[in-house]
């Protein structure tokens, strides 16, 4: 996964392996904090917990095949700061 944010001249890129952020540990670990730190009414707890993590993560490593080097997720702001992220 790489991950690019751009503001004004600073140029911050990111180089994170893909087995390691998208793994059955980082989905049980994940879904710990999340039920932690969110309230029920904003996320209810049987739609991020550690089963369905583990399947979207699954689902973001085939999607790596169709994406080929296209930007999973780009966010520009007006002021000129863009954030890129890419698996």
Known sequence: ???????????????LPNG???????AAIAAR???????????????LNAKSLRRLFRRLKASKRLLKGAPLIAV????????????
Do not use: Y
Not at 20 to 26: D, F, I, Q, R, V
Not at 76 to 87: E, F, M, P, R, Y
């Open 1 to 15: 996964m790489r991950l690019k944010i751009i503001h004004n001249e600073t140029k911050i890129r990111l180089w």
């Open 33 to 47: 904090l999340i039920r932690k730190h969110a309230s029920a009414e904003k996320c209810p707890p049987f739609l």
């Open 20 to 26: 390691l952020l998208l793994n059955p540990a980082t």
């Open 76 to 87: 520009a702001s007006t002021d000129g700061s863009c954030v890129q992220i890419h698996l």
